[in-house]
């Protein structure tokens, strides 16, 4: 069907129900016919992701710099296994490669990822769909203080519309998939 790239944190910290919503994610894309586009590496809840994915029958695509394959947190399970020379090559790849998007918990990296293909789907770069999965409320913070941004005039309206916020996996996929029938 369609390959989806899912970023989400790597922290090996975080609590297990995160982690259990990393797995389930990927048991979804296995379960739905997808691919699993993902920053190839094998720890937290991205190493969970593709665990899921390929327990459901998922073909993995890791996508991960040089950097991290040195530090020995590539996923080496992955089906393929794209090793770029940084981090901004890694997310022109993933854009590339991806049909879709979806956002899970994250940190740092999960919002530069998020931003990154937010910001050229708002320029038209591409057209596919972005979903932000705000569990429990994690990203709540975040939209408020962009919806704030739109409301001074930094952000445009448009731009916030193109992403899809969904409150659970089911509903995620339920915005992604029809869309994907749509994406050129």
Same mark, same amino acid.
């Given at each position: 069907?369609? #390959? *989806? !790239?899912?970023? !989400?944190?790597?922290?090996?910290?975080?609590?297990?129900?995160?982690?259990?919503?990393?797995?389930?994610?990927?048991?979804?894309?296995?379960?739905?016919?997808?691919?699993?586009?993902?920053?190839?590496? !094998?720890?937290?809840?991205?190493?969970?992701?593709?665990?899921?994915?390929?327990? /459901?029958?998922?073909?993995?695509?890791? &996508?991960?710099?040089?950097?991290?394959?040195?530090?020995?947190? #590539?996923?080496?399970?992955?089906?393929?296994?794209? &090793?770029?020379?940084?981090?901004?090559?890694?997310?022109?790849?993933? *854009?590339?490669?991806?049909? /879709?998007?979806?956002?899970?918990?994250? @940190?740092?990296?999960?919002?530069?990822?998020?931003?990154?293909?937010?910001?050229?789907?708002?320029?038209?770069?591409?057209?596919?769909?972005?979903? +932000?999965?705000?569990?429990?409320?994690?990203?709540?913070?975040?939209?408020?203080? +962009?919806?704030?941004?739109?409301?001074?005039?930094?952000?445009?309206? @448009?731009?916030?519309?193109?992403?899809?916020?969904?409150?659970? +996996?089911? #509903?995620?996929?339920?915005? *992604?998939?029809?869309?994907? *029938?749509?994406?050129?």
């Amino acid at each position: 069907m369609a #390959a *989806i !790239c899912v970023f !989400c944190a790597s922290a090996n910290t975080v609590e297990q129900r995160w982690l259990d919503l990393a797995t389930e994610t990927g048991r979804q894309i296995g379960a739905r016919g997808h691919t699993l586009v993902s920053g190839g590496g !094998c720890v937290g809840m991205m190493g969970a992701l593709a665990d899921g994915a390929r327990a /459901a029958g998922a073909h993995t695509l890791g &996508i991960i710099p040089q950097a991290l394959v040195d530090m020995e947190v #590539a996923d080496t399970a992955s089906d393929e296994l794209a &090793i770029t020379d940084g981090m901004l090559s890694r997310k022109a790849l993933m *854009i590339e490669k991806s049909d /879709a998007f979806i956002t899970l918990p994250g @940190g740092l990296g999960t919002l530069d990822e998020l931003f990154e293909v937010w910001t050229t789907g708002s320029l038209a770069i591409h057209r596919k769909p972005m979903v +932000l999965v705000n569990t429990d409320g994690f990203y709540d913070g975040l939209l408020t203080w +962009l919806r704030s941004l739109t409301d001074a005039g930094f952000v445009r309206p @448009g731009a916030m519309a193109g992403l899809i916020v969904a409150g659970t +996996l089911d #509903a995620a996929f339920d915005a *992604i998939e029809p869309k994907l *029938i749509q994406t050129p």
